[in-house]
C-alpha cells in the first residue's frame, strides 16, 4: 500500500492546526471530520440509510442530520450509538480511501480524531502521528474556542483514549504546548521525514 500517516490527537490539541501547517509543506489532508459532517449534510449520502435506520424525524427540513437529535439519542442509547457507527464508518472510510487516491499531494494524510480507538484505521495507516499538549491545555484551549464549561470538555477527554495510551500508538509526536511558532521545526523535521519515507515505498 502507498506510504499513509494517520494524523490524531485529543481534542483540542491542535490537530487542525498541525494538519494545515502540513498541507502548506505539499501534503495531502483527508479530513474524516469533513467527511462524516458532509455525509450528513443536506442530501448526504449517509442520509437515506440514517432516514431508514432511525425514522425521518432525524432529518431536518433542508435533509441534514438532525445532530442535536441524534446526539441526545446515542448519549442515552450504546445500541443506537452503534447502528448510527455501522452506518458512518464504512461510508468514512470508503470516501477517505477514495479522496487519498485522487490526492496529488505528495503524501497523504488522514486526520482521524479518534484514530487510537479504531483498530481500521490503526492497520491502514503506515505510520501515526499524535499532536500532544498537557490535558490543562487542551481544556484551555477548548473552553476559549467552543465556550465551553469545563465539566463538558472533560466529558467529551473521558469519552476518548487517554493521553498516554495515544504517546505510546504513536510513531510520531508533535509537541504542541507553547505557540504556534514552535510547531514550525517540529513539522519540517517530519515533513522531510515523511518525503523519504513517501520516496521509498513509491513503486
Ligand atoms: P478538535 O479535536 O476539537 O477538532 P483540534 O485538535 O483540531 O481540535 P485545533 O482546532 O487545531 O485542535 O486547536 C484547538 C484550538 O486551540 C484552536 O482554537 C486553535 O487555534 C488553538 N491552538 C492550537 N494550537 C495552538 C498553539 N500552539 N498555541 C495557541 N493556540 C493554539
Not at 90 to 104: F, K, Q
Not at 136 to 153: C, G, K, T, Y
Amino acid at each position: 500500500p502507498p506510504f499513509s500517516i494517520g494524523l490524531t490527537g485529543g481534542i483540542g490539541s491542535g490537530k487542525s492546526t498541525v494538519a494545515d501547517l502540513f498541507a502548506a509543506r505539499g501534503a495531502s489532508i483527508v479530513d474524516t471530520d469533513l467527511i462524516a459532517h458532509s455525509l450528513t449534510a443536506p442530501h448526504g449520502a449517509a442520509m437515506p440509510a440514517i432516514v431508514a435506520a432511525f425514522g425521518p424525524a432525524f432529518a431536518d427540513a433542508a435533509g441534514a442530520l438532525d445532530r442535536a437529535r441524534m446526539r441526545s439519542l446515542v448519549f442515552a442509547d450504546t445500541g443506537a450509538k452503534a447502528r448510527l457507527e455501522a452506518i458512518l464508518h464504512p461510508r468514512i472510510r470508503d470516501a477517505a480511501l477514495a479522496a487519498a487516491a485522487a490526492a496529488t499531494g505528495s503524501y497523504v494524510i488522514y486526520a482521524v480524531p479518534l484514530l487510537i480507538e479504531s483498530g481500521t484505521w490503526r492497520e491502514r495507516v503506515t505510520r501515526i502521528l499524535a499532536v500532544d499538549c498537557p490535558e490543562e491545555v487542551q481544556i484551555a484551549r477548548v473552553m476559549a474556542r467552543n465556550n465551553l464549561p469545563e465539566s463538558q470538555v472533560k466529558a467529551i477527554m473521558a469519552a476518548q483514549v487517554g493521553r498516554q495510551a495515544r504517546l505510546d500508538a504513536a510513531d510520531d509526536v508533535i509537541e504542541n504546548s507553547a505557540g504556534i511558532e514552535a510547531l514550525t521545526p517540529q513539522i519540517d523535521r517530519l515533513h522531510n521525514l515523511y518525503l523519504a519515507f513517501s520516496k521509498r515505498t513509491a513503486t
